[in-house]
C-alpha cells in the first residue's frame, strides 16, 4: 500500500470522477479525494448508458457493491433486431445491459461520499495554478474539457466531427432488445439506435446525414438556449418513427442535432494532471463504448496508483496499458460511424446480409464471431448468399461461393496478390516463377496473379522485373497457365504495368526505390518528378510517347491472351505510370491531360479501352487503383469512386482496390483489413466488382468482408507466402470439402485433435485483457 496517503483533486463528478474517488478510497481510506462537479447532482444529459458483459465483470472484481447495486437496475438483452425493408432479421447471442444514466450516477454519487470523497456539487474546479497542492489532479470534465484546452500545448489534442447529424431521445416505449430502425423518408435516410435501459423508459437516438438533415429543414430550428431541447425537430422525428413508437410521444432533455466528435490526444498527462474517459477520448456510440471506457479508465489508474511507486509511474503506466485498449476501440468505433455515415450505399442489400453487414460494421464482430453467438443466423444468411435452399446443411463458407465474370467461373473467392519477386533476367520468368505460381495453384486460391508484367524494357521497375514484349516471354508464361490449368482447378491473371517514374531501381533487397548505380535506361513520367531526390528525373510524356506506350500495352494484351491467361489487369496504382496520370500530385501537365479528374484519366483510360479491344470478350478485365494518395492534395477516396466508374464503362468487369504509395511522404493508416473501406466505397457506390486486399490475413475476415458485400473478391499476398496451401488448409479448418491434388489428398485428413471451429480470436484477446485487469483488483482490495 502507498505511503503517504495521496491528496486527490478530481475535476468532474460523471462516471469516470466518482468511480474513481470511490476506487481511490478503497485503496487507501487515508487518500484525500475531492471532486468539483458544476453541476446539481441530479442533473444529467442523455438516457441510458451501455455495458458489455466483459465491463461489468471489472466492475464486480473491483467492487461488488456498486456491482449489486447496478444490476438491480439492468435492462438486459441478447438479441438485436434490424428493421430493414419492412422485415425484422433478429440475431442473437449478444449479451448487453444498460440502466439509466442517472441512477448510475446516484449509485456512484452515493458510493464515494460513504467512502469518504467530498464531492463539491454546483462549483466549478479552480484554475490549474490554483491545484499544485494536489499529488494528482484527474480531469474527467468530459468531451469539452476546459482542463484539455489550458494545456492544450501538452495534451496535444485533436478534435474530428463526423458527417453525420444526430439526436439523443428517450421514450417511455420499452423496447424486448436492441433495435435498429431504417427509414427511407422523402428527404432520405434516417436510422435509429434504441435500446431498453430501465423497467419504463428506452434510449432512442436518431441520426442521418448533413445532406439529409438540411433537405429536410432540420438545419432552420435556429440558435436554442443551453438546456432547451429542439421541440420542432423531436415532433419532426415523432412523427416521422411514430409507426415504430406506437404512437408513443419521444422524450427531450437538452436533445438537439450535434456531430459526434471523435476525441484525441497526443499525450494524456501533464505533469501531476492526467485526462480520463471523454477528456482523453471518445469512441462513437454506435459502439456503446462511452461510459465503459471511463470506467476502465478509472479500473486501470486506481490499479496502476496500487501498483506503482509513485504518481509519476503510475500516470506512465495507466497511458501505457490503456492508450492501445483505447486506440482499438476508437479504431472499431471509427469503421462503425463510418458505416452509418455511409448507410445509403447499403440499402440495395437484401434484409439478411444489410443485418450481417451492420453486425460486423466494425470488425470486432466477425463471421466466426457470430457462427458462436448465433449460427442459425449465420447459416441463413450465408445460405441466402450462395442460393441454397433454406435450412440446407451443406451452406459452403462465403469464401467457397464461386464467382462468375463474364465466362470465367473462379471456385472460391481467394486471390493470390500481385507479388513482386525481382527475379526474372531481360524480362524472362523462370522455373522458380513457375514454382512460386504454381504452388499457389495447387494450394486452392480461386485466382492466382502475376506479379506486375512490364510491357517494355524501359517499363521495369528493376532489372529483375517481369516482362511481356518479347516471344520468348509469351512462351514462359504459356508454360505457366498450362501447368495451372493442367494440375489445379485455379485460374491465373497477369497484371500488366509500366513503372514510370519509379522505374530503373535497384532489386528490392538491395536498396527499396533506390536507383542503379549502373546499367539505368531513361524514364517516363507524365510531368518531370522524381519519386525521391535521388532518383532520375523523368521526361514528360509526348503524344508519341503516349502512342508508343499505348501500344506496347496493347501488344501485351495480345501476347497475354496468346499465353493462355485468363484474367487481364491493368496496373494503375502505386505511382507507377498510368497511376501517376491520375494523381494530382504526379500530374502537374497544363495540357488536355492534366488538371481536372476528367483530364488526368483521359491517358490511362485510352489504355485500358485499347487492352480491352484486343482482350477476348469472354475473358474478364480488371483495373488496380490507389484509393487515396494518403496525403494532402492527393486523389481523394470519393475520387477514387468516379476513377472506378470511369473504367467500369469502358468494360473494367473488376477493379481491384489498393492505396497508396503514389508519393514517399504518404501517411497510410495501417491495420487490419485497412483498405477494405475503399474496396467496399467502390463497389457500392461505383456498381463494379471489387478486390478488397491489404491486411487481410485470416479466413475469418475474408468470409466477414465477402458475406457483407464489402467486396467480391479477397487478396492475400504474405499469407500465400507464408503457406502457400492457404485456402485448402482454410477449407480444412472450417470443415468444408474442397478438391485437393490428387497427390496431395491424403494430406487433406485433419490430423487427430485438430480444432474444427475458428475461434473468434479478437474476443478472446480482449478478455484475457480485460480479466488481466479485473484480477489485480483481488488482491489490492483484501
Known sequence: MRSPPLKIGIIGGGPAGLYFAALAKQLDPLHEVKVWERNAPHDTFGFGVVFSDETLGGIEHADSRIHAEMAESFARWADIDVHHRREVVTSGGHGFAAMSRVRLLQILQRRAAELGAAVEYRTPAPPLADLEAFDLVLAADGVNSAT????????????????????????????????????????????????????????????????????????????????????????????????????????????????????????????????????????????????????????????????????????????????????????????????????????????????????????????????????????????????????????????????????????????????????????????????????????????????????????????????????????????????????????????????????????????????????????????????????????????????????????????????????????????????????????????????????????PVEVFAASRAVWPEPKPMSVRVSATDWADGGLSPEESVMVARAFAELGADLVDVSTGQTTPDERPAFGRSYQTPFADRIRNQAGVAAIAVGAISSFDDVNSIILAGRADLCALARAHLYDPAWTLHAAAEQDFGVAWPVQFERGSRRPPGARSEPRPRLELIRRRGEDRLHQRWRPALR
Open 148 to 603: 484539455r484546452a489550458a494545456q492544450a500545448a501538452s495534451f496535444g489534442p485533436s478534435l474530428e466531427p463526423g458527417r453525420s447529424r444526430y439526436m439523443w431521445l428517450g421514450t417511455r416505449l420499452v423496447f424486448d432488445c436492441f433495435k435498429f430502425f431504417i427509414v427511407e423518408s422523402e428527404y432520405g435516410v434516417f436510422q435509429v439506435h434504441a435500446y431498453p435501459y430501465s423497467s419504463d423508459r428506452s434510449t432512442f437516438i436518431v441520426e442521418t446525414s448533413e445532406a439529409v438533415w438540411r433537405r429536410a429543414g432540420l438545419d432552420r430550428a435556429g440558435q436554442l438556449p443551453p438546456g432547451v431541447s429542439d421541440e420542432a425537430s423531436i415532433e419532426f422525428c415523432q412523427e416521422l418513427f411514430n409507426e415504430q413508437l406506437q404512437g408513443l410521444p419521444l422524450i427531450g432533455n437538452n436533445s438537439r442535432w450535434i456531430n459526434f466528435v471523435t476525441v484525441r490526444n497526443r499525450c494524456w498527462r501533464h505533469g501531476n494532471t492526467v485526462l480520463m474517459g471523454d477528456a482523453a477520448h471518445t469512441a462513437h456510440f454506435s459502439v456503446g463504448s462511452g461510459t465503459k471506457l471511463a470506467m476502465e479508465d478509472s479500473l486501470a489508474l486506481a490499479a496502476c496508483l496500487f501498483e506503482q511507486p509513485d504518481v509519476p509511474a503510475a500516470l506512465a503506466a495507466y497511458e501505457a496499458e490503456r492508450r492501445p485498449v483505447v486506440e482499438s476501440t476508437q479504431r472499431a468505433a471509427e469503421a462503425s460511424r463510418r458505416w452509418f455515415e455511409e448507410l445509403e450505399q447499403y440499402l440495395r442489400q437484401t434484409p439478411l446480409q444489410f443485418a450481417f453487414n451492420l453486425l460486423t460494421r466494425s470488425r470486432r464482430v466477425s463471421y466466426a464471431n457470430l457462427q458462436v453467438r448465433d449460427p442459425e443466423f449465420v447459416n441463413r444468411v450465408a445460405g441466402e448468399f450462395a442460393g441454397t435452399a433454406a435450412g440446407d446443411s451443406s451452406v459452403p463458407p462465403p469464401m467457397f461461393t464461386p464467382l462468375h465474370l463474364r465466362g470465367l467461373e473462379l471456385k472460391n473467392r481467394v486471390v493470390v496478390s500481385p507479388m513482386d519477386m525481382y527475379s526474372s533476367c531481360e524480362g524472362l520468368i523462370g522455373d522458380f516463377h513457375l514454382v512460386h505460381l504454381g504452388s499457389k495453384a495447387l494450394g486452392g486460391a480461386g485466382l492466382v496473379m502475376t506479379e506486375m508484367v512490364c510491357v517494355s524494357p524501359e517499363g521495369r521497375i528493376t532489372p529483375g522485373c517481369a516482362g511481356l514484349y518479347a516471344p520468348q516471354h509469351e512462351a514462359a508464361f504459356r508454360r505457366l497457365t498450362d501447368f495451372v490449368h493442367a494440375n489445379s482447378g485455379s485460374k491465373v491473371g497477369i497484371q500488366l504495368g509500366h513503372s514510370g517514374r519509379k522505374g530503373s531501381t535497384k532489386l528490392m533487397w538491395e536498396g527499396l526505390d533506390q536507383p542503379l548505380e549502373s546499367g539505368s535506361w531513361p524514364l517516363l513520367a507524365p510531368s518531370p518528378v522524381p519519386y525521391l531526390p535521388q532518383n532520375q528525373v523523368p521526361r514528360e510524356m509526348t503524344r508519341a510517347d503516349m502512342d508508343m506506350v499505348r501500344d506496347q500495352f496493347v501488344r501485351a494484351a495480345k501476347m497475354a491472351a496468346r499465353a493462355g491467361f485468363d484474367l487481364l489487369e491493368l496496373h494503375c496504382a502505386h505511382g507507377y505510370l498510368l497511376a501517376s496520370f491520375i494523381s494530382p500530385l504526379t500530374n502537374r501537365r497544363q495540357d488536355e491531360y492534366g488538371g481536372s479528374l476528367e483530364n488526368r484519366l483521359r491517358y
